[in-house]
């Protein structure tokens, strides 16, 4: 049991029967009455995100986790293929519970989340940062650098996102896979 102003971005909870990820929180003190935990909390198991708000000293049903990288094989009818990198076990994933899937590529490695008590998968996250090559993008046109323009540009894994117009096809990019922004160009 934790007590609601232990909620931190990251943190499990089991609530309403099923497990529940905070994605953010906020401490607020109103006017009147005693200070409260503003949470966005997204199930593991369906995606879905709800708000709540707690009283200060609320007991709730935490859920130990563990964190452990594993790398991404292929993808078959039962999900996306992961193999532990200490046991060569391999699992498959739902395609909801990993963040940032749109931007995966064989052989990346993910941190996936697993509930201590039963072995739950309860989530798989891309790293923040990833290198992308780009397989089709239009040219450039020479002398229209000088506003922020872009332009789309289809990655390795399929994914369509904006870049500036200097980056051509063939080149391999920085992406970011929370939203899907350019980051950078990687020179080999």
Known sequence: ?????????????????????????????????????????????????????????????????????????????????????????????N???????????????VDVVTDTTDGTILSAEMPVKTILKVVHSEPGIKGNTATNATKPATLESGVEIRVPLFINEGETIQVDTRDGSYLGRISE
């Open 1 to 93: 049991m934790i007590n609601s102003q232990e909620i931190k971005i990251g943190t499990c909870i089991r609530m309403d029967g099923g497990i529940w990820k905070c994605i953010d929180f906020q401490h607020r003190k109103p006017g009147k009455g005693n200070t409260v935990m503003n949470t966005k909390l997204k199930n593991v198991a369906d995606g879905r995100v709800l708000e709540r708000t707690f009283q200060v000293g609320f007991k709730l049903d935490d859920v130990r986790v563990e964190h452990r990288p594993y790398q991404y094989l292929y993808e078959d009818p039962t999900g996306y293929i992961f193999m532990n990198q200490e046991t060569f076990e391999q699992i498959p994933i």
């Open 95 to 109: 395609k909801e519970q990993i963040t940032g899937v749109e931007f995966m590529k064989e052989g990346d490695i």
